[in-house]
């Protein structure tokens, strides 16, 4: 099977509507040896490249005015090694089919994000995570990669074979290569179950560290203008399965928390003023739920009301004080902030440029309704992020450089120094690679 056709002078824009790019070029290899050819054709040709995936980062890390790869035709698994426990799958699978396809083999990830509508590769070396007390993201799963390098060569790494690759690619950013295929580490499948349930916000800050003791995951959402939160719990069960039926999983994960938070978010946004009463509204309406089901369907959650997304991760021990300060920014700014505050936590990895490298970290995430402005609102909540040594997700808003993430990252040199000898010649750089490698 060959390439499809180029698509040239196309423009392309990301889900969340706030970057485009032209690309020069866009091409969707059928193989791994298509795509290392196209990969040395735009180093002839001196232009840059960089792959793509559903496009759900926020930042330009996949912007590019050269090659554009897609690897829509790069999807599957390759093997599943049962002895191993491991999968090994095409770097343009969407997770959503993966799990499908995992839990169809009676396997199962140990722990994913809350959406799985981004590819596989896309996911990873942004550094998507979940929220666990010992299970970390989706890039912490990885055991081998094949990276497709500068020069064309197709590098096979993992902890035995060019170790040093391995540990920095698993969230390379594209900054080394193009990811072409995965190994990740699975589980036989297993049972979920989770708790859903309103809690004042002083209560889960009081209690923050007995929740996350006492459950394998847990995180929250505050409602901006209330002390209301919505908590999730999620643990492993005996079974029996007990999903949610399907007249209630549409009334409240479709309706509820897709239509009508949808329309709500047009009317905070034609009239500002309005917000904290509907958040207080909304906060009321909140009703505690329990269900048991496979991994995959209590993880994730259906999207489809387009926002921007800023998020940081803070020491774990510094959650609460971080939340206290955004709180007030809020309250004493003026600012109205219509989409609740996302709260879940990581432990401490050994990858290079995983915001929990090397310390255990709670993530908080801030989000805008597409369309309206959210400068100010993320700029205050950066300002309270970087106190506390924050450390931007990489596909998410964020204004900081180099210079600063040198200073948070202790393994920042290291990336940047195998940077320079896999890619001196900045095949895969773009402008946010620049200001945030150097």
């Not at 589980?187 to 889960?204: G, N, T, W």
């Amino acid at each position: 099977m060959s390439s499809t056709a180029n698509r040239k002078h196309g423009t392309w824009r990301n889900w969340g509507g706030n970057v485009t790019a032209r690309p020069a070029r866009q091409v969707t290899p059928a193989s791994v040896e298509e795509l290392a050819a196209e990969v040395r054709k735009a180093a002839e040709r001196g232009q840059r490249v960089k792959a793509v995936g559903t496009g759900h980062s926020f930042t330009s890390v996949a912007a590019t005015d050269g090659v554009l790869i897609r690897p829509d035709l790069l999807t599957g698994i390759r093997a599943i090694d049962r002895a191993a426990m491991t999968v090994t799958v095409e770097a343009g699978t969407p997770l959503k089919r993966l799990n499908a396809a995992l839990a169809r083999e009676g396997l199962s990830l140990t722990n994913m994000g809350d959406i799985m509508e981004q590819t596989v590769a896309g996911a990873t070396s942004t550094g998507t995570h979940g929220t666990g007390r010992e299970s970390g993201s989706i890039a912490a799963q990885i055991t081998g990669l094949e990276l497709v390098t500068a020069d064309g060569s197709v590098l096979t790494c993992s902890a035995e074979q060019n170790p040093e690759i391995f540990a920095a690619a698993r969230i390379g950013l594209g900054a080394l290569g193009v990811v072409t295929a995965l190994t990740l580490a699975v589980e036989p499948l297993f049972l979920l179950s989770a708790r859903e349930e309103p809690m004042p916000l002083d209560r889960v800050l009081a209690e923050f560290d007995q929740l996350w003791a006492e459950n394998e995951h847990f995180e929250f959402y505050w409602f901006p203008h209330t002390g209301s939160t919505n908590t999730k719990r999620n643990n492993r069960s005996e079974g029996p399965a007990r999903p949610v039926g399907r007249a209630a999983g549409w009334f409240e994960d479709e309706f509820l928390s897709n239509g009508v938070f949808q329309a709500v978010q047009w009317v905070g946004r034609a009239a500002p003023v309005s917000v904290p009463a509907i958040a207080r509204v909304s906060s009321r309406a909140l009703s505690a739920r329990s269900y048991t089901d496979i991994p995959y369907r209590v993880f994730t959650s259906p999207r489809r009301v387009r926002f921007v997304e800023m998020e940081y991760a803070v020491p774990r021990a510094a959650l609460a004080e971080t939340l206290r300060e955004l709180r007030a920014v809020i309250e004493r700014s003026g600012l109205r902030v219509s989409f609740p505050v996302e709260v879940r936590t990581a432990p401490a990895d050994d990858i290079a440029l995983s915001t929990a490298s090397g310390r255990d970290s709670a993530y908080i995430a801030v989000h805008m309704f597409r369309g309206t402005p959210y400068q100010a609102y993320f700029s205050a909540a950066e300002r309270v992020f970087t106190a506390h040594e924050g450390r931007p997700h990489w596909g998410k808003v964020h204004t900081r450089d180099a210079g600063y993430l040198e200073g948070v990252y202790p393994r920042f040199t290291e990336f940047t120094a195998l940077r320079n000898r896999l890619d001196p010649e900045r095949l895969f750089q773009n402008d946010y690679l620049r200001r945030v490698l150097g």
